[in-house]
T-cell receptor, first 115, second 111 residues
C-alpha cells in the first residue's frame, strides 16, 4: 500500500475564495488522481495528475476551476477556485499501485465547507 | 450512466449476523473488482478485491462472491461487528484504467 497525506484535513472557506489542497505520497507513483465526494454521494473523478504534463480532466470539470500541479512523482496539489457552496465536498487524492497498477489507494481526504 | 449499480443503499444488521451488499456491472472489459470501506471523516480504504477468473475470495470475515455470467459480485461480512459500521463502495476497473464506483451502502451493525 501507500501512505498518502493530505493537507488540510478540513477547512471552512468563504464564497469567492480559493483553497489549495496538498497531497504527498511516500513513494514515487506515475499517476495521481483527484476525486470529489459530495455529501452522501459516491466518488467522482475530477482529473488525473500527470507528472511533467497538464492534468487530464473529466467531463464537467475544467482547469480554470480546478487547477492541478504535479511537480514531481510524489506530490500534487488541487486548487478549488472561486468557491461556491456547491463546492462543499470531500476532496480525495489517490494513487494506483500494484504490478498492473490495479490497486487504487486514497488519502484521508479534505473536508471542504463553503459558506 | 451508472457503470456499477450497488444495493442496498442502507443496511442494518444485528451483531453476529451476515451483511450482504450487492453490485452489478455491464462492461465485460472490467477485470478488477475492489470493495472499499469508508468511515466518517476518512478516505475510502481498500478492503478486498477480486478478479473475474475466480468465483470467490475470502479474507478473514470478508468474502467476495463473483458471478461472471450474471455480471454481479457481492460482499459478505460474516459475524458482523459494530466496528464494521461504515459505508461500503464497490468498484470496477479495466486494466487499471478509470475506476467506476457504486453509489455506496451505509452499514449499521446493532450491538
Amino acid at each position: 500500500s501507500a501512505v498518502i497525506s493530505q493537507k488540510p484535513s478540513r477547512d471552512i472557506c468563504q464564497r469567492g475564495t480559493s483553497l489549495t489542497i496538498q497531497c504527498q505520497v511516500d513513494s514515487q507513483v506515475t499517476m495521481m488522481f483527484w476525486y470529489r465526494q459530495q455529501p452522501g454521494q459516491s466518488l467522482t473523478l475530477i482529473a488525473t495528475a500527470n507528472q511533467g504534463s497538464e492534468a487530464t480532466y473529466e467531463s464537467g470539470f475544467v482547469i480554470d476551476k480546478f487547477p492541478i500541479s504535479r511537480p514531481n512523482l510524489t506530490f500534487s496539489t488541487l486548487t478549488v477556485s472561486n468557491m461556491s457552496p456547491e463546492d462543499s465536498s470531500i476532496y480525495l487524492c489517490s494513487v494506483v499501485l500494484g504490478p498492473e497498477n490495479e490497486k487504487l489507494f486514497f488519502g484521508s481526504g479534505t473536508q471542504l465547507s463553503v459558506l | 450512466q451508472q457503470q456499477v449499480k450497488q444495493s442496498p443503499q442502507s443496511l442494518i444488521v444485528q451483531k453476529g449476523g451476515i451483511s450482504i451488499i450487492n453490485c452489478a456491472y455491464e462492461n465485460t472489459a472490467f477485470d478488477y473488482f475492489p470493495w472499499y470501506q469508508q468511515f466518517p471523516g476518512k478516505g475510502p480504504a481498500l478492503l478486498i478485491a477480486i478478479r473475474p477468473d475466480v468465483s470467490e475470495k475470502k479474507e478473514g470475515r470478508f468474502t467476495i462472491s463473483f458471478n461472471k455470467s450474471a455480471k454481479q459480485f457481492s460482499l459478505h461480512i460474516m459475524d458482523s461487528q459494530p466496528g464494521d459500521s461504515a459505508t461500503y463502495f464497490c468498484a470496477a476497473s479495466s486494466h487499471g484504467n478509470q475506476f467506476y464506483f457504486g453509489t455506496g451502502t451505509s452499514l449499521t451493525v446493532i450491538p
